[in-house]
């Protein structure tokens, strides 16, 4: 009761001054689409804020500098080795400052999840067809993310200066330097010298905690802010068009559900942080361009970059009698391919479909056989990349020479994709020919929230059973039409009557006209029906209640502000 | 709507569930922080984390599945095409009669300023590479090796022909350079009639040392398969015949491992004649 008078009175005060009423009126009455795969970016952003919390946590206590430092703590094994400062301080992150290595290793596994969940947004982005127009902009915006989160894991795992982060280090140096004409210069530039430098572990820091999660901060705000402008696509489903979104309120459903997803990230992240070993550096040992370690991994984001550096053969060669380093074909060249063709894909998808129209409504995957083939060609060729990273573990585990295992790859690298891209593109035209529902048919979720509409909702000639829909006996609808009605406040609501649903409208209108208006612009030229309001029962215990706590509320308020009058009083007088 | 003041018999156990869960999560957070107070143990600390999270998480998520609506609402989506008259009025306000759009020259004027200003702002750029350093072909062509530098070991000791062991390598550096990163090398015994190309750097008594490096991408070539004498790279698995001249037999390398040129000094010690035979590490534009 007092939190609800608070909480009205500080709304009052800033509404006065401010006038937010109708902004927050329209947020709170946000619908989202209520299907799984729109959380997975979510899940991204909520692994950035957790990357931020345990981040500025380890910068507190990490050293950037690889300057000559001799450890001494509580890890035996390397107690009075010299090592840079930038690994030594690790060391005593994980050791020797309390909750230290539960924050280094809850910040590597937000890392691995924040770029796992980009990519599998991107994925339900590209295959349900969501980047079309207007959403290039967006689409941009989150390949731009993807390739800074990627640059971003990179450097965060290079700068504790260890052995394995070393050689994946002295790897980009060398890729980078396989760049004709510029490459020398561009590595000279960005490590300030000949591998190993004294510069690259600042610098790297100083891009890995401030330049980049800067850049970052500000393209998510602007990835949500086109999000709120541009509202939510939706899958297709009844009563859906595209021009309305069809779902659950931002407030409460959506409130409550998304910090739910938020805790869920927290504990997964700190679970896995305490439970889970990863990158233990002091395993590893501290840098030295003389050694190396076996088996080295990356990271899984990068390891398809190094898989490509792996599968492809020894190809070099002169131009003008200069050299091309084998590296560029698979490094270079093959990663600008990649994100090139991220980038151009709404465009090239646009032409290809003869597609300009504005879209709402989204692609089932198999409706877009061409797009669902050539996806799942690059998928797999992906996934024979992120398998040949780790072809000597594999080799190991098998027990047969690493160099077979490598040919084998080569060969599932050329062979795979094309007959996986074809197989989903047939599979998804027999899917599509016949109207069934089967294999690699994302809508089946749809169909089972369609299906909770129907139970929660009010369904045509069943009992209503819903909490928030205005109940009603719901005599059947000969079409689907559009009812529109006075409430008892005099402020104007609607709803959408079709065979098997009822979407109620998110807000009310103080006029006919404008309530008549927005359901207009939701469903076109449906008929609208002036109805009686629905929902024959005024529910009176519950306004009693309601009126009883309201009272009560207006009590506990007086006695507080009578408590802080005597208060001050007291105060006064003893003055 | 309803629901809210008079708590049916379907919300009554979620919102005990919820309560319960969110009473979890205290226990959790308490957890967290009497095993931080009594000396921390990493395992304990994530754990209770955890429960303190995973409880708030999974009484939100009762409380948003049971106690909220789902699904049921519309809200309308207007179209994005503005109506003619607010595009014409906005593309009127932008170039009106005083807007600077219409000053051509003294646009041009400006754009050329800020371009220049761009371009001096570029090389400031330059200073990430100290001029005091040495330019990158230089740097990159040459390393410390030179005639008469001793071959030493990662602690420092001199190396002579009989130090190097049969079975496997020894990585070398030149002497006063142990942490550049072009340097390190490794000498192995190999019994010279078995050469089928000979080694590009020479040999002394069986001994051969070629450049540590990859002339892929630069990892170290740590893997000794003393068997077929060949090093295996483990960062892209490229392999080099030490027999052949360490040319690469598989994997993506495609150039010779350079060889070292070494002779023994007075003292009976290994130096080297001259720097590496090639570039050692990755390839560049203007390696020759």
Redesign the interface.
Known sequence: MITRWLLRRLARSVDDRLRTAPVVRRVLAAVFPDHWSFMLGEIALYSFVVLVLTGVFLTLFFAPSTADTVYTGAYAPLDGARTSAAYASTVRLSFDIRAGLLMRQSHHWAALLFVGAIVLHLLRIFFTGAFRRPREMNWLIGVTMLALALFNGFTGYSIPDDLLSGTGLRILYSVTQSIPLVGEWLVFLAAGGEFPTDEMVPRMFVSHVLLVPAVLAALIAIHLGILIRQKHSQFPGPGRTENNVVGSLFWPSYTVRTLALFAWVLAVTFALGGLAQINPVWIYGPFDPAQATSPAQPDWYVAWGDGALRLFPAVEFRIFGQLVPSPFLPGVVFGGLTFAGLYLWPFLDRRHGRDRLAHQLLDPPRAHPARLGFGVAVLALFAVLLAAAADDVIATILRVPVLDVLAILRVLALALPVPAGVTAYLVARALRANGGRGVGDLTRADVRSAGRLVCVGSPVGGAPTGIGTPEGTAEPVDADRVELWRDRTGLWRWRYRGASVSLTANRAYPSRAEAERAARTAYGDLSVWEVAPPGGRPGAPAAVAARAGRAAGRVGGYLALAAVAFWRARRDRRR | ??????PDRRERPASAIAAAAFGVSVLGAAGFAAV?AA??Q??????T??????G???G??V??RR??????????????DSRPTDLRLAAEALTGPESPVRRRGLLTMLALALGALGGAALFP??S???FD?????H??RTTPWAAGVRLVR?DGTPVRPADVPDGSVL?V?PEGHR????V?AFAVRLDPARFTVPPSGGEVAGVVVHS?LCT?????V??YLQGTARV????????FDLLAGAR?I??????ALPGLPITVDADGYLVATGDFTAPP???????K
């Open positions: 709507m309803t629901g809210r003041d008079a931080y000396g921390g990493t395992q304990l600390e994530g754990l984390l955890a429960v303190a999270f995973a708030i998480a999974f939100l998520s409380w948003a106690l909220l609506p789902t699904g049921g609402y519309v809200e309308e989506h207007e179209p994005f750029l330059r990430l590479l100290p350093r040495v330019r990158p072909v740097a990159l990662a990585t550096f942490d550049r990163g072009d390190p540590l892929h991408a630069g990892c170290p740590a893997l295996l790279c483990p960062c892209h698995q490229s392999t690469p598989a994997g993506p390398a495609s150039r590490g990755a390839g560049f534009w203007s390696l």
